[in-house]
């Protein structure tokens, strides 16, 4: 199983991004994917996750996000992605994305990490 982000880079404060991760290879069912964030010198923080059931999908989002990020998700195609708009200094970081799933119906759900990409909110 792999998870790749991308749509990472740099741009002006105020400004959007969309990233986007996709998880490939033997893949039963998904039940949450989401997105974290380090920032130099800070610990991995959780951004956002999207949880679906077989009747309903539901998204959380740390404070600092609320109103500006929108986490969606593909269920067919195993993507998520992060809309992020009203993009401040302080959001730039690595985002990682990652992905509780199951390789098989008799297996227990595991988490699977992306390889991040870089975010940078900069004049």
């Known amino acids: 199983v792999q998870l790749q982000a991308s749509g990472g880079g740099l741009v002006q404060p105020g400004g959007s991004l969309r990233l986007s991760c996709a998880a490939s290879?033997?893949?039963?069912?998904?039940?949450?994917m989401g997105w974290y964030r380090q920032a130099p010198g800070k610990h991995r923080e959780l951004v956002a996750f999207?949880?679906?059931?077989?009747?309903?999908?539901?998204?959380t989002y740390v404070d600092s996000v609320k109103g500006r990020f929108t986490i969606s998700r593909d269920n067919a195609r195993n993507l998520v992605f992060l809309q992020m708009n009203s993009l401040k200094v302080e959001d730039t970081a690595v985002y990682y994305c990652?992905?509780?799933?199951?390789?098989?119906?008799?297996?227990?759900?595991?988490?699977?990490w992306g390889q991040g990409t870089l975010v940078t909110v900069s004049s």
């Open positions: 990652n992905a509780d799933l199951r390789v098989d119906s008799s297996w227990s759900f595991a988490t699977y």
């Open positions: 290879g033997r893949i039963f069912d998904i039940r949450n």
């Open positions: 999207i949880t679906t059931t077989t009747r309903t999908q539901s998204a």
